[in-house]
């Protein structure tokens, strides 16, 4: 076969993507094209016309007339030669035409000499086949100038119907795609109306959540903030039960429990069985997860409980629904369960509701925790004030009654006895004080331990010196087990002591007179225990774990002469606790008698004790005399008592009371000691030690501040005004004595 493929402009991709475009290949026949062909072999005169459309690998007829099948292959087809000539074929004996002589329809049935083929093209230049007329016999003249014509209009005839069709497809199709555009605006519109109605229904639930978080947050008690939790649930779900139950650390023997029912459930209200943590409700609480059951799931839940004994006065359940509250820190504070929806089952968006209802009744519950934890802290510094107000009036009514006496009595042996009363008497007024402030500073993290080797020996010594006055008084009889002497710590003697004392002091206390204390050192592997065990009054089981807290005294029928201000024990555990240790108190009840026992690490080495302890006694008599020393304190009488034992010791004092004259007199007396309060009228003692240090002429002073504050950071400010010491009030006459001795022996005389 030949072709001249030159001739063309298209590929044959294209064309049969064109041909592909009228969609009407394998259509059936239809009378517009049936009735051309007919037309065409009536006036040609011919027995075969057809329209053939050369598709892929075949010819079609979309219709013919004279050959009786509808499609045919490509190798016989004249057609497909035709289409590659511009303006058609004419072949008018196809015997004499090489293209052709061997062609199976010319060599065999039905014997075809004659073939017209006008091109059946499309507006863009694709030939799609032909309108052809065959003949089985040859027409040497080929086809009339008429014929030509008729044939050329009608083979536009044909083009013109394919291309009607396309247009309607096309249009069909646009059709088509306008509908499906348009139901999917339909179901485009019903979701927006239908997230429209869901948003309103969202908004209306976050308002009721909303009011019920106002509710909540107006009341103050867990107990009434679990009632209305439980109405606002049940309100808000739309359920005819509520419960909730609000645990300390899932303790379900404290929990507080509130239950809402409604009509439906009323002869229930009643039903007051309490939780005990065993049910599947535990398992919320231990998960802190929400659970969403139906009833069947409930009842197959391998943790469900039937409820036993109390089944019949349980109101009967329908689907159960359960939130945790969930406190700070993600701590468990207790749940809440629902039963039995109004309507359905439980869906997620009950879940997400209840679960913000439980988030709001925590932060509820969690301020109302607060709230009465701050209230009973008040409740305890009211009562802390009035004792410590009592407690500061007893030793100051002894002392003043005391003055008063020595301002009349001659007798020196009665004197000296009223002194020591006096005496005693202040020494307890500055340990309270002085225990007042070690609270404080222990609370802070600011006491700084003087850590050595200390042994077990020598705290119990150092505790028993001071306590021993108090157990011969109260006549008790006190007995220390043999204490191993290879046993140390790593710790602070005095601290230590001062801890162990305080107990010590208290079994004296809280033991009726003449009781029997015992205190014994026990090792127990890598600590030691120090065992203080009397046969006093006993603590009682609820009280046992609170006596260590700030304040707290128990009982308020103990004769305040015995008892102290509720801090002793606080600072006991708190100084053994900042050593590594613990305090444990222990009683079988009242009347039966306390043991307490301090736990501390032992220092794992056993080298024999070294340096003995200096149990700092105060010295009194100084071998330093005649300085020139200033007394600076508005307190007239704070002066006068300091500057009459220098001049008993054998210096000279100048006694100043505000800041302005202190300057004035440190330039006429040059002094090589100033004693200051740093709280002075018209200059502070920083501004007055600031000056005097600015001033040459009095290099090499001693400054030291005499004041009532004591903390790190009022240490830092006197040091940063230049002082070189600072006491705090009521100065200890030891350690002034001690400083003058250390300051004029191992300097320089100025
Ligand atoms: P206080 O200054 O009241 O003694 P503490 O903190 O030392 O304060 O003790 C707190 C409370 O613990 C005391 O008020 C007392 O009720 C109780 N307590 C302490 N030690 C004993 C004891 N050995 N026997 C009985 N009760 C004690």
Redesign the pocket.
């Given at each position: 076969m030949h072709c001249n493929k030159l001739d063309r402009d298209w590929s044959e991709s294209d064309r049969l993507a064109a041909l592909d475009r009228y969609g009407i290949l394998d259509t059936p026949p239809e009378p517009a094209f049936d009735e051309i062909v007919q037309l065409v072999s009536e006036l040609l005169a011919a027995p075969i016309v057809a329209v053939n459309l050369i598709a892929e690998g075949r010819q079609w007829f979309k219709t013919e007339i004279g050959l009786g099948v509808r499609e045919m292959p490509l190798d016989a087809s004249i057609c497909a030669v035709a289409i590659l000539q511009p303006g058609g074929l004419v072949v008018p004996d196809t015997t004499q035409d090489s293209r052709f002589n061997c062609n199976p329809l010319v060599t065999g049935a039905p014997g075809l000499r004659f073939y017209a083929g006008e091109l059946l093209e499309t507006a863009d230049g694709y030939p799609l086949g032909t309108l052809c007329v065959l003949d089985t016999k040859p027409r040497p003249e080929g086809l009339t100038t008429q014929q030509h014509l008729v044939l050329k209009t009608l083979a536009h005839q044909v083009m013109a119907q394919l291309e009607l069709r396309r247009a309607v497809g096309e249009q069909e199709k646009t059709i088509a795609q306008y509908r499906r555009i348009e139901a999917e605006l339909h179901a485009e519109r019903d979701r927006s109306h239908q997230l429209l109605e869901n948003e309103k229904q969202h908004a209306k639930v976050l308002g009721n959540v909303a009011t019920a978080a106002r509710t909540i947050n107006a009341v103050l008690s867990r107990k009434s903030i679990a009632q209305v939790v439980v109405e606002e649930s049940r309100q808000l779900l739309g359920v005819h039960q509520a419960v909730i139950s609000l645990t300390d650390d899932q303790d379900w023997s404290q929990a507080i429990t509130a239950v809402s029912l409604s009509e439906k459930y009323a002869k229930y209200r009643s039903y007051s069985e309490e939780p005990d943590g065993s049910g599947i409700y535990a398992e919320v609480c231990r998960t802190n997860q929400p659970m969403r059951l139906t009833q069947q799931d409930l009842e197959h839940h391998p943790a469900w409980k039937g409820f036993g004994r109390h089944a019949p006065s349980h109101p009967p359940m329908r689907g159960w629904l359960a939130v945790p509250l969930v406190g700070h820190g993600g701590k468990n504070l207790g749940l809440i369960q629902t039963s039995d929806k109004y309507e359905g089952e439980f869906d997620e968006q009950d879940e997400a509701i209840l679960t913000q209802l439980a988030a709001i009744a925590a932060v509820g519950i969690e301020n109302a925790r607060l709230y009465d934890s701050l209230r009973e802290q008040d409740r305890r510094k009211d009562e802390f004030l009035a004792t410590l107000a009592h407690e500061l009036r007893n030793p100051l009514a002894p002392i003043r009654t005391g003055l008063e006496v020595l301002s009349f009595v001659d007798d020196a042996g009665r004197a000296t006895q009223i002194r020591a009363m006096m005496e005693r008497q202040l020494t307890h007024l500055v340990r309270l004080v002085d225990d007042l402030m070690d609270v404080a500073r222990v609370s802070q993290g600011k006491v700084e331990l003087k850590r050595e080797r200390v042994s077990l020996r020598s705290i119990v010594e150092a505790a028993l010196e001071s306590s021993r006055p108090l157990i011969e008084a109260a006549q008790h009889r006190l007995s220390v087990l043999p204490i191993d002497a290879s046993l140390f710590v790593h710790g602070d003697l005095t601290r230590l002591a001062q801890s162990l004392g305080?107990?010590v002091?208290?079994?004296v206390?809280?033991?009726p007179r003449g009781s029997a204390i015992e205190l014994s050192v026990l090792r127990e592997q890598k600590d030691v225990l120090i065992r203080?065990k009397?046969t006093?009054?006993?603590?009682t089981r609820e009280?046992l774990p609170k006596?260590?807290d700030l304040f707290?005294?128990?009982?308020h029928s103990?004769d305040r002469a015995q008892?102290?201000?509720?801090?002793?024990?606080?600072?006991?555990a708190k100084l053994v606790e900042i050593h590594g240790g613990r305090v444990i108190?222990e009683?079988e009840g009242l009347g039966k008698?306390?043991t307490?026992i301090i736990r501390l690490p032992l220092l794992q080495d056993t080298r024999s004790p070294t340096a003995s302890l200096d149990n700092g006694r105060r010295k009194f008599e100084s071998t330093v005399k005649g300085k020139r020393i200033m007394v600076i304190d508005d307190n007239v009488d704070a002066a006068q008592a300091l500057s009459i034992l220098l001049e008993h010791a054998g210096h000279h004092v100048t006694t100043v009371h505000d800041g302005l004259d202190a300057l004035q007199a440190a330039k006429d007396i040059m002094p090589e000691l100033i004693f200051m309060d740093i709280g002075l009228p018209r200059m502070s003692g920083y501004d007055v030690a600031a000056a005097l240090r600015k001033n040459p002429a009095l290099n090499g002073i001693l400054l030291i501040a005499t004041t009532g504050w004591g903390s790190e950071e009022d240490r830092r400010l006197s040091k940063e005004a230049g002082f070189n010491h600072h006491l705090i009030k009521p100065v200890d006459i030891g350690s002034v004595f001690k400083l003058l001795e250390q300051f004029f022996t191992h300097s320089p005389a100025p």
């Open positions: 305080n107990i002091n208290n079994a206390k809280y033991s203080v009397d006093g009054i006993g603590i009280m006596i260590f707290t005294q128990v009982g103990i008892g102290g201000l509720g801090i002793g024990l606080s600072l006991v108190a009683s008698g306390s307490f």
